[in-house]
């Protein structure tokens, strides 16, 4: 699994898709479920924040479907560089989009990270 | 040679530039192009601070914090000079949200939707036409892109235009640089 991370808006996706030459691109910023059968899965810290707020964890989800992601490119919002947030529920999904991002680049045979557009692996 | 440099906030990016642009300069024309319009007390002692930071560097200061691309052409700017653009932050917000100045108090003019596109191409146009001329500009701009609250729909836009700016700007530039901690990391 190739990890992409990067803050808001820096074009991750964009560089998953021209990098790694990918087209199927399954996007869960909106809402939606992970679709495996897609090459990128994009939005990955909404759906931690979704998950959350529901009372799973997110790094746990992604650990029992082991197998489903092994070979895709995952693409993940960092939000953890910001101020503490005061409400709780956005704090606890802040918190389950980190904790999902570092177990994905630990399990991760590449981590890339993305600053305006550009790329750089950094594992 | 057109470089941007980017960051966190209070973390030496101001600093790199004024030392890159002034590298650049090789004993041209060195150019500030001081990009706040200041609106209060509070911005006046910003903006003589930053006026004292400066001092000694041997800037000319050029006060623009809107339409970049009209200093091309103007008969005061030598486009082979070196010039520091700090920052691509201020001008965005300053044709985003215009304020004028009514009685001495500031007030807000509403948002320009058209802001976004227009800025982002005024400062690749202004990059293009210094470089093509043998000088060079130092753009810097703030990485605000890694929080995890949600912000109000316009500054949400506001983001986003910024994002847009720098990806647009750093596509163009020769070199990219994140400062952290006023340590330098180069992307391009």
């Given at each position: 699994?190739?990890?992409?991370?990067?803050?808001?808006?820096?074009?991750?996706?964009?560089?998953?898709?021209?990098?790694?030459?990918?087209?199927?691109?399954?996007?869960?910023?909106?809402?939606?479920?992970?679709?495996?059968?897609?090459?990128?899965?994009?939005?990955?810290?909404?759906?931690?924040?979704?998950?959350?707020?529901?009372?799973?964890?997110?790094?746990?989800?992604?650990?029992?479907?082991?197998?489903?992601?092994?070979?895709?490119?995952?693409?993940?919002?960092?939000?953890?560089?910001?101020?503490?947030?005061?409400?709780?529920?956005?704090?606890?999904?802040?918190?389950?989009?980190?904790?999902?991002?570092?177990?994905?680049?630990?399990?991760?045979?590449?981590?890339?990270?993305?600053?305006?557009?550009?790329?750089?692996?950094?594992? | 040679?057109?470089?941007?440099?980017?960051?966190?906030?209070?973390?030496?990016?101001?600093?790199?530039?004024?030392?890159?642009?002034?590298?650049?300069?090789?004993?041209?024309?060195?150019?500030?192009?001081?990009?706040?319009?200041?609106?209060?007390?509070?911005?006046?002692?910003?903006?003589?601070?930053?006026?004292?930071?400066?001092?000694?560097?041997?800037?000319?200061?050029?006060?623009?914090?809107?339409?970049?691309?009209?200093?091309?052409?103007?008969?005061?700017?030598?486009?082979?000079?070196?010039?520091?653009?700090?920052?691509?932050?201020?001008?965005?917000?300053?044709?985003?949200?215009?304020?004028?100045?009514?009685?001495?108090?500031?007030?807000?003019?509403?948002?320009?939707?058209?802001?976004?596109?227009?800025?982002?191409?005024?400062?690749?146009?202004?990059g293009s036409a210094v470089k093509e001329a043998g000088g060079s500009v130092v753009f810097v701009s703030d990485c605000i892109y890694g929080d995890s609250c949600g912000y109000s729909p316009s500054t949400e836009k506001y983001r986003r235009a910024l994002a847009e700016a720098d990806r647009a700007l750093a596509a163009v530039c020769d070199k990219v640089t994140e400062v952290t901690c006023g340590i330098t990391e180069?992307?391009?």
């Amino acid at each position: 699994m190739i990890l992409v991370f990067g803050g808001a808006y820096q074009g991750k996706t964009e560089y998953a898709v021209k990098e790694f030459g990918l087209s199927a691109v399954c996007d869960l910023s909106e809402g939606g479920e992970p679709d495996f059968t897609k090459e990128i899965i994009t939005g990955l810290d909404a759906f931690a924040s979704r998950l959350s707020a529901a009372g799973e964890d997110p790094a746990e989800y992604f650990r029992s479907r082991r197998g489903l992601w092994e070979g895709k490119v995952l693409v993940i919002t960092d939000t953890t560089q910001g101020v503490v947030p005061v409400d709780r529920e956005v704090r606890a999904a802040r918190e389950a989009s980190g904790r999902l991002m570092m177990y994905l680049a630990g399990e991760a045979e590449q981590v890339h990270r993305v600053f305006c557009g550009i790329g750089k692996r950094i594992k | 040679m057109n470089v941007l440099i980017s960051g966190g906030a209070k973390n030496g990016k101001s600093l790199y530039a004024q030392q890159t642009a002034s590298e650049l300069a090789d004993c041209g024309p060195l150019y500030y192009i001081a990009t706040m319009i200041p609106h209060d007390g509070e911005d006046r002692a910003r903006i003589e601070r930053h006026v004292k930071e400066r001092e000694g560097w041997g800037f000319t200061t050029i006060e623009q914090g809107k339409s970049i691309a009209s200093l091309i052409g103007r008969e005061d700017v030598d486009l082979k000079g070196s010039f520091l653009l700090d920052s691509v932050t201020a001008v965005l917000e300053n044709e985003m949200f215009p304020v004028a100045l009514k009685e001495g108090k500031p007030e807000f003019l509403g948002e320009d939707e058209e802001a976004p596109e227009r800025v982002k191409k005024e400062l690749v146009a202004f990059g293009s036409a210094v470089k093509e001329a043998g000088g060079s500009v130092v753009f810097v701009s703030d990485c605000i892109y890694g929080d995890s609250c949600g912000y109000s729909p316009s500054t949400e836009k506001y983001r986003r235009a910024l994002a847009e700016a720098d990806r647009a700007l750093a596509a163009v530039c020769d070199k990219v640089t994140e400062v952290t901690c006023g340590i330098t990391e180069e992307w391009k």
